[in-house]
């Protein structure tokens, strides 16, 4: 019910918005004049991937639009934990209970940016995939920028894809695979083929990796193992005001309580699943630690993270757990860039570690992890959150990644200059989007190679284009 109040206020704020557009209300970008963009996403809960893809948006955009001719601004759930992020962009609270602050926010702006990575899924959260629409719709409603930029959609509850349909039909969305454009097309949603943004991320030096580990223990000769661990079976989040007075009065649902009146999906069937996937992760790194010598660390990504990182961790006499809550994203990337090996359910943990060449196998929840496995062709290295036969498979993949490391480092470093020349061709797409909303903004003259499309790179990236290119 709480999901389907947010919706409908939500929707009639897109109606609002269109109404007073209609009518002479708000004001439309003028020549000389800054462009101003809000960028909508899922920031400030230390979420690593959804933070570093934000700061490579707004990189990218910037620029290609140039710096001195556009002002941007950020929004975050929490200004601590998005402090020293995001360069000189401003940032704007996003407050739990958002239709009101997007009706406000939104038409201050020239344009919308929606960041989140899920952004058209009822897997996660229904309110999530409400407010990127909301986000999207008022600016598409005002005839001003609306563009979903690095998107993946999938299932999304009826309510919600006839939501995406309606308001998102006069935006562009580029997504990050073909199945997420199949999806937006039977919507309706005008779509383009882009990729992931956190390709381009600059983290600190190797040398501070490498440091993070020896102060946790590691000898600087062990190859590292990482592992990346989710709670896969505790979405979607989903709205409830009775959970919520039932927490207030009671104290009840104190383990499935996100925030506000959001609670994470529970009950026994989902503990029993998550038991089976924190048993065989740890069954089969034990094993494999009595096969070779390695150094293992567990790392959260994101601050939910902690609670089952810890739980293997437990499981495995303590081995170190490093979190998102402790380390920004600066100090995370390069942590995992410093590693041998990784074994992760997270989408970003694996892409942020390509460009260090660190052989990598996935255990996913959804399509993001399988979609990237199969483009760097190693679906032998993917298994499912929920398979029976986990802790085997898991054994099998970590050994294929000390035997096969080489092939596999080798495939990757494709797979990023691959993605890096993609995400150069999402730069044109919002160039030119731009300049068919407001075709007197100046943009850049001349010819460009597609390397200008993209944020200024270390000699990390540049290193592998020239192997790779």
């Known amino acids: 019910m709480m999901d389907f109040i947010l919706e409908a206020w939500v929707s009639s704020s897109i109606e609002a918005a269109k109404l007073g557009w209609m009518l002479g209300k708000g004001q439309r970008w003028q020549p000389g004049e800054k462009l101003k963009l809000l960028f909508a996403g899922y920031n400030g809960t230390r979420n690593m991937g959804s933070d570093v893809r934000v700061s490579e948006m707004l990189r990218q955009i910037r620029h290609i639009l140039g710096a001195e001719r556009v002002e941007f601004s950020v929004m975050t759930q929490n200004f601590q934990r998005t402090r020293g992020y995001f360069e000189s962009a401003k940032q704007v609270h996003l407050p739990d209970i958002f239709?009101?602050?997007?009706a406000d926010e939104v038409p201050k702006h020239d344009g919308v940016v929606a960041c989140e990575g899920s952004m058209f899924k009822s897997k996660f959260a229904n309110a999530l995939t409400t407010m990127m629409i909301g986000s999207l719709g008022i600016a598409a409603a005002q005839n001003k920028l609306s563009v979903g930029y690095g998107a993946e959609a999938g299932q999304m509850d009826p309510l919600i894809a006839k939501m995406c349909g309606r308001y998102c039909r006069n935006s562009l969305v580029i997504t990050r695979n073909e199945e997420s454009r199949t999806v937006l097309r039977e919507l309706g949603v005008p779509t383009e083929l882009g990729t992931d943004t956190a390709w381009t991320f600059e983290p600190h030096p190797a040398e501070?990796?490498?440091k993070a580990l020896r102060e946790v223990g590691w000898d600087g000769r062990a190859p590292v193992l990482v592992v990346c661990p989710i709670n896969p079976f505790e979405w979607p989040v989903r709205a409830?005001?009775?959970k919520f007075a039932l927490h207030g009065l009671a104290g009840a649902y104190k383990d499935s309580h996100y925030r506000s009146v959001y609670f994470h999906n529970s009950g026994p069937e989902a503990d029993r699943a998550l038991e089976h996937y924190l048993t065989a992760i740890a069954n089969a790194v034990r094993a494999f630690r009595q096969q070779r010598n390695v150094f293992v660390i567990l790392v959260a990504t994101e601050r939910l993270d902690a609670r089952p990182a810890r739980r293997i961790s437990e499981k495995l006499d303590g081995v170190p757990v490093l979190t998102s809550d402790d380390y920004n994203m600066y100090e995370l990337v390069s942590t995992l860039r410093a590693c041998h090996m990784m074994v992760s359910s997270r989408y970003h943990g694996i892409v942020t570690s390509m460009p260090a060449l660190v052989p990598s196998a996935g255990i996913t929840m959804d399509e993001r992890i399988r979609n990237?496995?199969?483009e760097r062709?190693?679906?032998?290295?993917l298994m499912n959150v929920d398979d029976p036969d986990l802790e085997p498979r898991l054994l099998a993949a970590m050994d294929k990644l000390?035997?096969?490391g080489e092939s596999i480092a080798g495939a990757i470093g494709k797979t990023v200059v691959k993605n890096l020349k993609v995400m150069a061709r999402m730069g044109v797409y919002i160039e030119e989007e731009v300049q068919r909303r407001y075709p007197e903004f100046p943009t850049r003259?001349?010819?460009?190679?597609?390397?200008?499309?993209?944020?200024?790179?270390?000699?990390?990236l540049r290193g592998l284009m020239e192997a790779y290119g």
């Open 445 to 460: 003259r001349g010819e460009w190679s597609w390397e200008d499309y993209l944020p200024p790179m270390g000699a990390e």
């Open 402 to 404: 000390c035997h096969e």
């Open 240 to 242: 409830s005001v009775a």
């Open 372 to 374: 990237l496995m199969r």
């Open 208 to 210: 501070y990796g490498r």
């Open 377 to 381: 062709g190693h679906d032998h290295l």
């Open 99 to 102: 239709p009101p602050f997007l």
